[in-house]
């Protein structure tokens, strides 16, 4: 009997709004978004959870949110209760979490045609986003980003996950949101390390695909480091721009196994581990990016006036380009990361690197014992800088 | 800021093979399948889960396919151990099974360009699929379907689950498989239920979109019933065909709330429930039928020699008609059955009835009383037809 071929495409369509005060009244956003989900005969519900470690900065918020629902959007029903989880890497390790966003769901008979608001840190959005994206097969996520790094990446994003028996994000599936809000207002209240740590994203996304994005970083470190409100809008708006481009043009599911974003990780997802998650992703990127360059200069592929271009800004931004970690257990280790990432990859090394700034080119194999140099090479920038800091 | 708007599309492809004895050397069906997946440095690896109440029949059947992957597919390599999992619903009401599936995932090192093989009941295939959909964010997934439900229906479709505390497919995706391979001669040792209950999703089928599918049916009921072989593979053919252009043909992710394929559903799900599973899926389904025409009949859009038809072909092969539960609790149950599937669909009631055999229409509104009434009509054809058998 003939075999049956099946052959379908499923068409994906979202916005990031980008926003100031979001749950004040006069602020349509959200409200303009709803208007399209108003059809006679359905009561459409939402969830909203939220990011423990950003919420204690806002005492007044779940009035706010519970007034503006009331207020502008009273034909979407709010479940009685908001879930609070606790932010950061603690919400993806712990699998009761997600049960119990599950059983949200179930209990306040959110269905496919409502919604969950996930509002909180990059960590926060990809467990909101997993529950929501397998309970009753994928209910409409709409993410409110609070991090740097979650308004300019992962919150723009098609991913999700959480960690599995110490696995980073092994259990996760490819799932856009309805709708993205990003406000500029919520990331006051980052202490620094985090405001610092999206930035490395942005020099990531810059780097290989963008000459120009990244002398306007260079240009505009210094008020960056300080947290200058305009020039970070900036920065968000063209790196999710980056990100969702990157995404729609390429491979958005990842059926392949290339992965220019991933620019800059594999050392990061190392140490990210060795360190227990110490170390936050930005900062750890900012290593794996400096790490990768300093390699590429070692085999003759990057010049060394951009090396130190990147090196600098790194440094200017206020990076640790090291940890002790790399040099750890006379760096197998690292080395055991690059094998890591291979058989992640399915077997054959596909790692980005740089050729010039703007520039990446695809590498299917490292040398360890240059690595090794360029751990050390990272040891002695890192003492060179800190010395520049003291004498300054 | 301008908001960003994203737009993607995902293509996804995928074949159903029919064959006989796939794990005899001579055939070719895997091997030639596996042909596209021979790139160099690529190591490819395949995990194997089997249900065991299917394998319990073929104490064979692990040397075999060990053999087999040996002789015709040594490129990709099988994980040392083939997984074993308790057969129908039992399979998908435990989360420790779902657990050891992601750990044997992780133990083996199956990466997204390795492959997940799920050998069973349409039970056992819902959790392998949602286990390999979610770890590392989905895994190549193929399908071996061992009952006729799964191989006409559920195995060749896109949607996957488990239960979770209680509730049927409370967790799931829409993960297409990469390949589907039905055998027929694994049907052989099917119990006359399992056999009789799959035919239900063809009649379904057949009965929303084509009459001469349905007279076909009609005309072959008797050696349906006793099992000829020649005629089961015509049937799953077809109806495999039907379900699969429907999924192309129309919203395959069900982003909308038109489920014509839930028809004779509503009812169904509530009495698998009601009978804690004791009823097989397909059972359920050829009662649900038989209500919903009956309902059909009463407000007369169905004409009384078609619903005759069809409650001749469903009795002829043997289904029961009515079960006790329908009219427990004064039929309370059923009443909210209706009423969890109108919010299961997001608050808006859309029920496909039958207008003619081959002609389905959706329906917003069900009467509850009339319902009743169908129910007491469904117990007097059972009878009636109880009667009948006894008097042959
Ligand atoms: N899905 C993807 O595509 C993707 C991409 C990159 C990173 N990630 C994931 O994102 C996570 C990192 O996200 P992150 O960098 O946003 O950090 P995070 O979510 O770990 O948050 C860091 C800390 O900041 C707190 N916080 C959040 N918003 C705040 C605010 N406005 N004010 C004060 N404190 C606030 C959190 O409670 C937490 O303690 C990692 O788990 C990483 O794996 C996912
Ligand atoms: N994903 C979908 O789109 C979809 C659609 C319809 C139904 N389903 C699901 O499918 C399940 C029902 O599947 P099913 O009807 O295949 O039954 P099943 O998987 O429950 O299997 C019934 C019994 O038959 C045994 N078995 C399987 N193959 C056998 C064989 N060849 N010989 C002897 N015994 C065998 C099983 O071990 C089990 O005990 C339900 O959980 C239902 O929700 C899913
Ligand atoms: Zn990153
Ligand atoms: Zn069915």
Redesign the pocket.
């Known amino acids: 009997m003939q075999p049956i071929k099946q052959k379908f495409q499923i068409e994906y369509t979202y916005s990031v709004f980008f926003t100031r005060n979001l749950f004040e009244i006069s602020n349509t956003s959200l409200k303009d978004f709803f208007l399209d989900y108003q059809e006679l005969g359905f009561q459409r519900k939402a969830l909203i959870v939220i990011?423990?470690?950003?919420s204690a900065?806002y005492p007044q918020l779940e009035k706010q949110i519970k007034l503006y629902f009331k207020q502008a959007v009273p034909h979407i029903q709010l479940a009685p209760e908001i879930i609070y989880v606790p932010?950061?890497?603690a919400s993806?390790n712990d699998p009761v979490l997600f049960d119990k966003l599950a059983e949200a769901v179930d209990i306040y008979g959110i269905d496919r045609h409502s919604f969950v608001i996930g509002i909180?840190?990059?960590?926060?959005l990809?467990l909101v986003g997993y529950a929501a994206a397998v309970s009753h097969r994928g209910i409409k996520l709409i993410r409110i980003p609070?991090?740097v790094?979650?308004q300019n990446?992962?919150g723009v994003?098609v991913?999700?996950?959480i960690n599995f028996h110490g696995k980073?994000?092994f259990l996760g599936t490819f799932a856009p949101p309805v709708a993205v809000f990003n406000d500029l207002t919520?990331?006051n209240?980052?202490?620094d390390r985090?405001w610092r740590?999206?930035i490395a994203e942005a020099i990531k996304v810059a780097l290989i695909k963008d000459a120009r994005f990244f002398e306007w970083i260079e240009q505009n470190v210094v008020s960056l480091a300080n947290r200058d409100e305009t020039n970070m809008a900036y920065l968000i708006h063209r790196c999710a721009e980056m990100h969702t481009d990157h995404i729609a043009g390429g491979d958005p599911f990842e059926f392949g196994s290339s992965r220019p974003l991933d620019f800059g990780h594999w050392a990061a997802h190392k140490l990210e581990f060795l360190t227990n998650f110490e170390v936050?992703?930005?900062e750890a990127v900012a290593i794996g990016i400096a790490l990768d360059c300093i390699y590429a200069r070692r085999i003759g592929m990057l010049a060394e006036n951009d090396l130190n271009r990147i090196l600098d800004v790194l440094t200017a931004l206020g990076f640790d380009l090291y940890h002790p970690k790399l040099s750890e257990n006379d760096k197998i280790n690292l080395r055991n990361g690059i094998q890591e990432f291979r058989e992640h990859l399915g077997g054959r090394l596909t790692i980005m690197l740089l050729e010039e700034i703007g520039k990446g080119v695809e590498v299917h194999e490292l040398d360890a014992d240059l690595i090794s140099l360029s751990v050390d090479d990272l040891e002695n920038v890192q003492l060179h800088s800190a010395g520049a800091k003291v004498s300054q």
Not at 51 to 54: K, M, T, V, Y
């Open positions: 990011d423990q470690g950003f900065f932010g950061g890497e993806k909180g840190g990059g960590a926060v990809d609070t991090t790094l979650s990446d992962s994003g991913k999700n996950g980073k994000n919520l990331l209240s980052l202490d985090d740590a999206g936050r992703h930005g």
